[in-house]
């Protein structure tokens, strides 16, 4: 016997991973998979586990100096009245606009500018022992996103993007990748088309145009689509993903802003200009939990909203002061009929619906979303948590009714049945 | 079944293919993790390997037809953060002769059932530099051949063959093993795709 008959002994036999470790880690991998694919959002940009470290490096923007001047001058009751007087002067103008109403069979286009963080490669030296911070880089990966949304929840969509070049944080870090020989980094000039499977435009005909009660509903996470994580800041985040959308009914997008001047912690920027370098408004949420500020930069003389940046707000391990970690410019949206030249074969084809459930009751809150695999989409809206689901449904019926439960038994007493 | 270089290129515009990598060698990659660090790190680490795949997709190398060790190569990449826990889990095992990676609430006895030979050959492991310990236990527990451990750390040929005899040799000394006696044991697993 030598010595690698003996290590092959070592610890053999280990029992496989756990089903539900191994559920887990696919629905992670699924919900990373699915978030490429949705237009981008706002809480993605953000690093998701402990993966994502930039070295302390000094980067400062020039919007945080205006977030200075703006508060350092003003008093606290100043800054929010000047704060509530632009929101709802820009109120005013949104509730002038014309909006479009989409039809059933129309789709939603976007086209934006985005760029979030990511982690891309490990200095050569760190094979040998563990990382220090600075052998990881962390680029800023832009993107031009286009995406195709239907407005029914029946067909496929369609998301294309093209990767920029890869952007350092701090020229120090930058400094450091060329020192370790230049390991490759994302591919700039890269093209995804896609069908897209994500969630469905909000329906703006069913939002109340009383602020009050538009933010008591954004803030119960209760409108279907605009969901998320508790808290002020994700709050704030929420109301920023529907007011990019201009084909929402100009009384909606008016309450929201008036909403926003409602909302504690928001304050005034001033002046600012969007990530594509358009002039804009900007106004911005210090979420001191996570340590990133939210800015949402807004055009006072048609009430778009022109673009997002999301900054660190102290120095720390992640990096200094005002590094910008992730981006999004929003160029054009508009009603459209089809999803364009060049779509992939299965974009616009249409697709079962599944319902997601919160309790095995045809009453409880409901997510609707498209899928072939209802327990797999439905898993996505608990990562983590894994909890059993049972498929219900009519024969003949496209709509999976996906309920909380570990029994058959439940698809009967709903009048449903199992569904393979 | 499609070669997994297939399922990659598709998955570039079509990401939800990826998720047949996923269903083919997350077993085996969280087995090698598991039998490197523990269940628990396992659980994360193994998860984090193919959300690493997948976002650097567009960087494999498609005439590889299979991911294995690529898959290899990144988990033993998101391992290294946790190289001086193994190193200590090591220790633990080597002093205490009870491994203390094994859920303790199965098979006690075969945890306390550690024989001198093992925990020399434990700690022997423990005192390998850490691209030795990845390039052995690679060959021995992840089963790579020469070439695709080459692959999987991104290094030549030679160098893993190098650093194979040196970490063999190291393993040896304490154990007893006549260097000579295991020169005839063939190091044979050079074949295969390169």
Redesign the interface.
Known sequence: M???D???E??AG?P???PE??S???A???W??ES??APARRRQWLPT?R?VRIAAIGFALAVIAAVVSVTGVAGRGETETALARVLNQVADVASEQQSQSPGPHQFLYTRSRSAYL?T?A?A?G??????EASEEWSVLVPRRNESWVPFDGFRFGRVRSVTGKPEFVSEVQRAAWVAAGSP?L??AG?V????L?GGVPLDGEDLPTDPAALRRLVEAREIPGVEGPPGEAETFVLIGDMLRHAYLPASVRAALYEATAELPGVELLGAVEDPAGRPGTGIAYADRKRGVRHELILDPETSALLGERDSLIRSGAHGFEGTTIGYAAYLEEKVVDSVGAGA?RGAAATMPVVRCYDRASLSAGVTVTRGNEPILTCQMKWPGEAPNLVPCGREGSKVTSVFPGSSPAVCRRLGLQLRP | MIPDSEVISASATAPAEFAAVFDRHFGAIHGYLQRRLGRDLADELASQTFLVAFDSRSRYDHSRADARPWLFGIATNVAHRHHRQEQRQLRAYERNAVDPILDPFDGVEERADASNLRRRLVGALAGLPGEERDTLLLYAWAELSYPEIADALGIPVGTVRSRLSRARARLREPLGIDGAEAEHEPISSDGGKS
């Open positions: 030598n010595e690698i003996l290590l092959r070592l610890r280990l496989g991973p756990r470790t191994e887990a880690a696919r992670a991998l699924v990373r998979v490429l694919s586990s993966g990511s891309v490990f050569p760190c094979e040998e022992r563990p990382c490759p994302a591919r890269q995804e088309d896609s069908t499977t992939p």
